[in-house]
């Protein structure tokens, strides 16, 4: 699973990495910075939490050798 | 000029009704003399400024949060009219874990997709009170009336929350009652008291069968995300599921219906003459909870605890100490906010529209900090947000020329701050013209 975040449309709302801090942290400037792109599997269900909890829909999880993506 | 009166602060202020009615005088005393309190005879320390919040909301170490700890300065306790507030307990890892069973079900896309339960329910109860408004036409009265709180606001955000809890619809009415009466309980004290722990009994009584079948047959509400829930292969005990969903249906439930109170009261109160834009533009409902939210919010309070002496202010706060964090006065900080006193739909220095948790603006506005700020941020601030605001902009939408029925108003009030108490009229009698 990949894991990204589309700085475009970030908020800086710092849901992800107040909830799921094993996958983001805050950088200097408030943006979240993705501490594991290349997910581990025991974390797939945070990666996914993490999606659903961004307010604008700005962290993107993709499936391992798909080209399908979900926002 | 600077007084002894306003120097000293005798601490049997906070208790006073005086304070429970407008508690902005005594904020300003203490943000301007007193920015770090010792209140002895409550045996806490008070915090009131701006920054000084944000820095404390900021500092999860030295300022802990947790009250159900073995080693924090509360036992565990069933004595609490929640029983174990779920929410409150642990730092870190379970915390976290906790808030994300129901977290990402009020923010983001799961609450875009919840949004039509929302604008039906509003929808239904605006029916009754509009079916009944037309029949009292017919009666002869010259308009609409109605009494906002006990026939919308109150009644509003918990039968949402209980539609989200996947309660049967059909036992909404006691839901109603059971979560006002914990209200009660948590506000006052002595028989209300007892009562919201009978009522917290009852309602746990209630939920018994529904957790068995929940966890039977699990589905997508909340009270089975709850039941289902597991870290490292533990789930919640029952007691902490009831506790988590006595949790939710006060924290979901009583908080905004006030809110959505509060927002009326300052319309045809506060700023009649600012509530002509938000008839032309409903829209700007945001902009009412915004405004409402900072100018004299739901929540005032917020506790912590000291996990080690701080410094601040040129005084020592112990170990182990009780911080009360005044939100409802740093909100007023005229060091932060322009005219803080002041209610004003168009203000520049404040941030308009979906909060921030992290608090991290940056466009030379600031938030406010009724929904505190960062790890303990209130969960449900996306949730509240669409929902008093959907809220406000139907019963607009079905009550033209809305207007005051009386001239004057009490204002709004809590029964008591520091307890926990949440601030809003205690009724609203609103006239609204019938076709």
Sequence with gaps: ?71 | MTTARDAAIDPREFDSAGFQRNPFPLYQRLRDHHPLYHDRFHNRWVISRYDDLVAVFQDNVRFDRAVYKPDGPFAFGKRHVFGPNILEYGNGARHNWLRNIVANQFVGQKLNDFLPVIEQIARELIDTFSASAAADLAKGFAGGEVELVSQFSNQFPVRVISNMLGLPRADEDRFVGWYQALIAGLGFGGEHFARGIAARDEMWAYLDPIIDARTAHPGEDLVSRIVTAELRGQRLSRLEVKGFVALLLAAGGDTTDKAIANMWYHMLYTRPDQFTAVRQDPELWSNVFTEMMRFDPVVHTQGRHTTCEVELHGDVIPERASVTLYLGAGNRDERVFKGPDTFDLFRSDLHMGRELRSGRYGDGTAGHLGFGMGQHFCMGYAMARQEAVIACQRLQAAMPNARPKYATHEGITAPSIDSGGFRAPRELWILFDVS
């Design chain 1, 1 to 71: 699973m990949h894991l990204r975040v589309d700085y475009d449309k970030c908020t800086k709302s710092g849901e992800c990495y107040y909830n799921h801090p094993d996958l983001f942290k805050p950088g200097e400037d408030g943006f979240p910075a993705v501490l594991q792109p290349d997910v581990p599997a025991e974390l797939e269900w945070e990666a996914r939490g993490a999606a659903e909890v961004c307010p604008v829909q700005a962290i993107i999880v993709s499936s391992g050798g798909s080209t399908t993506e979900k926002a």
